[in-house]
């Protein structure tokens, strides 16, 4: 119970500080002040008491795209491990259902952006759908490295069956699942270098232009949405790496982990310039071909 | 690493050149009639001249064009009578009169018969777009207001997917009456209407200005203001190049390059401030003189700024230009190929990153420009990443340019903080031609007076008005979301297209 608690505690209240800390570290390098760590949590409350404005050409689907994807992304944080290696849902196949529950948020999201019939938000439902489609297999690929050894397809199973020594043994394939899910949290928040969150460029951008017209609580939904979704593929990827114990010291380890991992992705935006749209796949499918050898090895030392 | 082969063009023509800016009589100029002109501009311009202005001056009774051709310093006008409400059109063989003749159209209702896409350059209301059909074609349509503090303008593509077919660039929204404001202005506000031609071009407009309304009245300026003029040009030029290396890393995302940039650019404004108390010079030239001197304290004062600022230019600009992921995003994204540079008469940067070795300083020389040489940065490429090396080298030779005039200026008479001549009448039936190489390119003011001295005509081309086409040839069959990209790579001026 008291796990339970915890683990619906920090899915939360936390998502938006691992915004902020990527924020903050991206100022830092570019010699900037910054705004302060808990700007997002500002944001979302001064949204929050703002109205929205709706188009007169969107319909029911418009209203529906920011909430299902807030409710997709949250229900997909029940199912990681977040505080302790147990997750308050867990059943045999809850990898896919987590995969397909941001599949859920995402299908929303592109279908309110293609109900405002803007061009802009066409173009970028458009890449999202094909951005999307090189990313999945590489986050399969990702999470079936993982599942292998319990030869269990839930997180549960998968991680009591991946202890923490395996890093210090000869496992080159997680970090192969360690840099292919960082390469999909990546590509999957819209982050550099595949998308630039922090363009005002509409023709260059993907995820953000989908979500222009939203606007007031609305906004303020999907901005907590894409928070969520960065926490909960953070969240794995910090499993991955440390050995989390149940309770306090696990939820306080747990943190530590997901702000570094957040200052990871801030170096990365600042060291680099944004990909070109077209090399976007590239790099997806570099990520999937990692993930794929990854499996390999992993399935070869089952057999062998 | 070197990302593209870069080279200074050939060295000045050994004699001065003094026909910058030009004054003619208009009495030997004959009015020819239009056919002779067209064939005579047109031919001129396949022997490697440009066509620097085409205009109608107020009573819509004649055409002028002025071409230029760089290579023996050459600037020639022609005049011809218009007879009826339409002539053949120039741009059927010469697209890069395309822009000077639908400002005809839309000005005087004259026609340029034959023009490919006859439309007011400004009024543009009631004509449509070009449109491609075709399964899978889709139509953007991005501004007139823009996200982030730009300018207005409307541009509509026509894309097959991620791809452009077409871009069509509408301006207009600036249009505030420049030339017919110059004429009926008093000549003392005629040079506070120059510099906001455009606002990051003040020192460049109003030199062309100043030189301009100068020689209509046979004045010469003392050498000493001359060089605070020159100083004060490649001051705003520097200013505006390195912010636009910072706007280009921006637009990538590359952020110590578009922070630090940024921040140099500012120190860049804050030397001209030093200079004139004005962040962009506004109030410092002046027909007859300069209104601020450079003391010795200030000459330490700029020099110690501007060698602080090179060290730190020299180290950000090496970073990002051999930073792999931005060169993998400048490098051939929004190539302009020589020809077509060549056929749309393009200018400044811009051409010569295509490989168009043209820069008024060294081609027509004004002012101090026939004493001190900078040298011509010129590059083959024509995409982004040329671009970004023409004004690298730019910022190099502009620093040096400075650094050598604060040590050397020549020492004028003790004018120290006042307008340096009392301006002489100008000469009645004259025309001039005035051109500067502003950072953008080539500014040309001509002006026309009349039988009693009084300008008559006044026709500004700002650098913006030739290039613009280039940015739509940039973006044919290229990426939409590399629009911003080239966009800023050209970064040219709407209020300085509008007037």
Request: aromatic content about 6%; overall charge negative.
């Amino acid at each position: 119970m008291f796990d339970t608690i915890l683990h619906v505690a920090l899915l939360l209240l936390f998502p938006p500080l691992v915004v902020g800390v990527v924020q903050k570290t991206k100022a830092v390098f570019a010699g900037r002040e910054g705004a302060p760590v808990l700007q997002p949590y500002f944001d979302l409350a001064k949204l929050m008491r703002k109205g929205a404005v709706y188009s007169r050409t969107t319909t029911w689907l418009f209203r529906a795209g920011p909430i299902v994807a807030l409710a997709a992304a949250l229900g997909a944080g029940l199912f990681v491990p977040l505080a302790s290696s147990r997750a308050p849902i867990g059943f045999e196949g809850d990898v896919i259902a987590v995969a397909y529950l941001l599949g859920l948020g995402r299908f929303f999201t592109m279908a309110a952006a293609l109900d405002t019939g803007s061009s802009f938000e066409g173009m970028g439902a458009s890449r999202e759908a094909a951005f999307a489609a090189l990313a999945e297999p590489a986050l399969f690929l990702a999470f079936a490295i993982v599942c292998v050894p319990a030869g269990s397809a839930s997180f549960a199973d998968a991680w009591r069956a991946l202890p923490w020594r395996m890093w210090l043994e000869a496992h080159p394939e997680l970090f192969a699942a360690a840099l292919v899910l960082f390469a999909v949290l990546l590509a999957e928040n819209s982050r550099m270098p595949v998308d630039d969150p922090n363009t005002h460029l509409e023709l260059t951008m993907i995820h953000e232009v989908m979500v222009l017209d939203h606007s007031g609580p609305d906004l303020a939904f999907v901005l907590w949405a894409s928070a969520v979704k960065l926490f909960v593929f953070a969240g794995l990827l910090v499993h991955l790496v440390l050995p989390i114990p149940a309770g306090w010291r696990g939820a306080g380890l747990f943190l530590i982990g997901l702000s570094v991992v957040a200052l990871v992705v801030g170096i990365v935006e600042s060291m680099m310039a944004r990909l070109r749209l077209t090399r976007v796949p590239q790099f997806l499918v570099g990520a999937s071909v990692l993930g794929a050898m990854g499996l390999l090895v992993a399935l070869m030392e089952r057999a062998g | 690493m070197t990302p593209a082969r870069a080279s200074v063009a050939r060295p000045r023509p050994s004699i001065p050149a003094t026909e910058n800016p030009k004054v003619v009589r208009l009495g030997s100029l004959p009015l020819g009639d239009v056919e002779g002109l067209r064939r005579d501009v047109i031919d001129r311009c396949k022997e490697g001249a440009r066509l620097v202005a085409l205009f109608v001056p107020p009573r819509a009774t004649e055409l002028v064009a002025v071409v230029a051709r760089d290579d023996c310093a050459d600037i020639a006008i022609q005049r011809a009578a218009l007879a009826g409400p339409s002539y053949p059109a120039l741009s059927s063989e010469l697209p890069a009169a395309q822009a000077f003749e639908r400002e005809i159209l839309e000005v005087h209702g004259v026609r340029p018969e034959g023009h490919p896409w006859l439309k007011p350059l400004r009024r543009h209301d009631a004509h449509p777009f070009f449109q491609v059909d075709g399964p899978g074609i889709h139509e953007v349509a991005v501004g007139p207001v823009h996200a982030g503090i730009i300018e207005p303008g409307h541009f509509r593509f026509q894309c097959a997917g991620e791809k452009v077919l077409h871009l069509e660039i509408q301006l207009g929204y600036q249009h505030r009456g420049v030339e017919r404001l110059m004429l009926s202005s008093s000549p003392a506000r005629r040079i506070a209407i120059a510099e906001a031609i455009a606002g990051d071009t003040t020192i460049g407009h109003a030199i062309a200005h100043a030189a301009a309304v100068e020689a209509l009245g046979a004045g010469e300026l003392p050498l000493h203001a001359q060089a605070v003029r020159a100083v004060a040009l490649e001051l705003e030029r520097l200013a505006n190049h390195v912010g636009d290396l910072g706007a280009l890393c921006n637009d990538v995302g590359y952020l110590p390059g578009a922070s630090w940039l940024g921040r140099l650019r500012g120190e860049m404004l804050n030397a001209l401030l030093v200079l004139s108390g004005n962040r962009f010079g506004r109030g410092l030239i002046r027909v007859g003189g300069v209104r601020f001197d450079l003391d010795s304290g200030q000459k330490r004062e700029l020099a110690a700024r501007l060698a602080e600022v090179e060290r730190d230019l020299d180290a950000i600009v090496e970073l990002v230009l051999d930073t792999p992921s931005v060169a993998s995003r400048f490098e051939g994204t929004g190539v302009v190929s020589r020809e077509i540079a060549e056929a749309l008469g393009l200018v400044g940067p811009v051409a010569r990153a295509s490989g168009c070795d043209r820069d008024v300083r060294r081609d027509h020389p004004a002012g101090l420009y026939r004493f001190a040489q900078v040298p011509v940065a010129v590059t083959e490429s024509g995409d982004v990443m040329a671009r970004a090396l023409v004004r690298a080298l730019e910022i190099k030779r502009s620093l040096e340019f400075v650094h050598d005039q604060l040590r050397e200026q020549p020492e004028g008479p003790a004018r120290s903080r006042q307008l340096a001549l009392e301006p002489t009448p100008a000469r009645p039936d004259r025309l001039v031609v005035s051109l500067v190489e502003g950072w953008r390119g080539e500014i040309a003011h001509v002006a026309m007076t009349d039988a009693d001295g009084a300008i008559a005509a006044y026709q500004i081309v700002d650098p913006s008005l030739h290039n613009w086409l280039g940015l739509a040839m940039a973006l044919r069959d290229g990426e939409i979301s590399d629009f911003p990209l080239c966009n800023k790579s050209f970064n040219l001026s709407y209020a300085g297209h509008d007037l």
